[in-house]
Nanobody
Framework: QVQLVESGGRLVQAGDSLRLSCAASGRTFNNYHMGWFRQAPGKEREFVAAISWNGASTDYGDSVKGRFTISRDNVENTVYLQMNSLKPEDAAVYYC?????????????????WGQGTKVTVSS
């Protein structure tokens, strides 16, 4: 089992930056690739970003590419999502998730473990 706890979500203004954190406990963190997803009210869950177990590979959703950066610290067992130039359409509950296979990192249903989410609100 891997337990994931997200934090950092809050109300910000459009154009602001925000960093989300996801702390992992349980099984060895660096055995897992990590992903961030988001879900806005009335919308489907959307892939945001993913990072490989050693940080060597990353992937981003088209809507956040160039604005968001995913990183991880395998000593602190934490994955981060740095969000810059936030837009109102970035408002959502953000979830982190863990999985063992890289090839399906954009597929939410392929993840084994999920956090409870942290809410990001962006005012215009």
């Amino acid at each position: 089992q891997v337990q994931l706890v997200e934090s950092g979500g809050r109300l910000v203004q459009a154009g602001d930056s925000l960093r989300l954190s996801c702390a992992a406990s349980g099984r060895t963190f660096n055995n897992y690739h990590m992903g961030w997803f988001r879900q806005a009210p009335g919308k489907e869950r959307e892939f945001v970003a993913a990072i490989s177990w050693n940080g060597a590979s990353t992937d981003y959703g088209d809507s956040v590419k160039g604005r968001f950066t995913i990183s991880r610290d395998n000593v602190e067992n934490t994955v981060y999502l740095q969000m810059n130039s936030l837009k109102p359409e970035d408002a959502a509950v953000y979830y982190c998730a863990a999985k063992r296979v890289w090839s399906t990192v954009r597929v939410g249903s392929a993840y084994n473990y999920w956090g409870q989410g942290t809410k990001v609100t962006v005012s215009s």
